[in-house]
């Protein structure tokens, strides 16, 4: 697990190949199995898998651009009624998505919808309702878009972790690596 976490990047370029269907079954069983508060596992997800469909989202938001070019995406999507906490809920399954995606090869990145605009006029949450056609009593949290990655970047490494964020029992207490 945490080779997949050391190596997982946010990937904005990918190649043109297509993902395999069984590859996409596997990361809508990962989405599946997310767990979520009281076990509700009330959270939709959309697969877009037609290239005019994730073109027609690129425009949603700044940063959503690399959608066009993207084989494919999760949409990860919510019920505000049925739950208090599904944002955390629904970024849950799209951390689970995007580390099920690494493990397979794949590059992906989040793409944040929930509290960004589109416009002056409307958000990116609307712009996404819009052009999908979901309910309007479903919120938006994020797109995961998926690819071969034709981009190369460095795994994270041990040297870029803050230990100095971690504490030890008390505040301020610092959290002392064993490898040390
Ligand atoms: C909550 C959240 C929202 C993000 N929103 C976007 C986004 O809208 N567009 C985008 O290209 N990347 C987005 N990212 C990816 C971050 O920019 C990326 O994780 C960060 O720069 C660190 O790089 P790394 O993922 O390669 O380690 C988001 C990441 C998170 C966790």
């Not at 066009?68 to 208090?84: E, F, N």
């Not at 870029?160 to 690596?177: C, I, M, S």
Request: neutral net charge; contains cysteine; hydrophobic residues 40%.
């Amino acid at each position: 697990m945490l080779n997949i976490l050391y190596r997982r990047r946010s990937i904005r370029r990918y190649r043109d190949t297509e993902v395999e269907p069984e590859k996409i079954d596997q990361l809508v069983q990962a989405a599946l199995l997310s767990p979520s508060s009281r076990g509700l596992r009330h959270l939709e997800f959309m697969v877009l898998d037609d290239r005019k469909v994730l073109a027609q989202l690129a425009p949603a938001k700044q940063g959503a651009e690399h959608l066009k070019g993207s084989a494919a995406a999760i949409v990860i999507l919510a019920d505000p009624a049925v739950s208090d906490v599904w944002v955390e809920d629904a970024s849950i399954a799209a951390t689970i998505i995007h580390l099920t995606a690494e493990s397979l090869g794949l590059g992906s990145c989040w793409i944040q919808i929930r509290e960004r605009k589109h416009s002056e006029a409307e958000t990116a949450e609307q712009y996404v309702q819009k052009a999908l056609g979901i309910p309007s009593h479903l919120r938006v949290e994020t797109i995961i878009s998926l690819g071969y990655p034709s981009e190369n970047k460095q795994p994270h490494t041990y040297n870029d972790l803050d230990f100095n964020k971690v504490h030890r029992n008390q505040y301020g207490e610092k959290y002392l690596f064993s490898r040390e």
